[in-house]
């Protein structure tokens, strides 16, 4: 017997949570930190970013993308990648979550 699962139902963090993660961190956040982008490239410590969010089956990226530029538009960078080990039992908690991104990111609007 088969059974097929849609991507939905395989994501880290829930459709409602991400919508609301977004609604929440709307606005321009300043990097405190230098952060590895990729490419060895970094995210310079003071740019001005704004964020979006993805899930994947185990995981929650955090993308910042340039202030002056609409996100469909933007060419959004991964500033963090934290995986479900990252959570207690494995599971996403919001609090968790902000306390990780407070420590690279900090909102000025």
Do not use: W
């Not at 003071?46 to 060419?75: C, D, H, M, W």
Request: aromatic fraction near 12%; hydrophobic fraction near 35%.
């Amino acid at each position: 017997m088969a059974y097929v699962l849609t991507g939905c139902a395989l994501s880290f963090v829930k459709d409602d949570t991400l919508k609301a993660l977004e609604k929440k961190y709307e606005g321009i956040y300043l990097c405190l930190t230098e952060m590895d982008i990729g490419n060895e490239d970094t995210m310079k410590s003071g740019t001005k970013v704004r964020l979006y969010f993805q899930s994947g089956t185990n995981s929650i990226k955090v993308y910042g993308y340039p202030i002056e530029s609409p996100r469909e538009q933007a060419i959004g960078k991964n500033i963090m990648y934290l995986f479900d080990t990252d959570f207690p039992d494995n599971k996403f908690e919001e609090s968790v979550f902000d306390k990780k991104l407070a420590e690279h990111l900090k909102k000025i609007q």
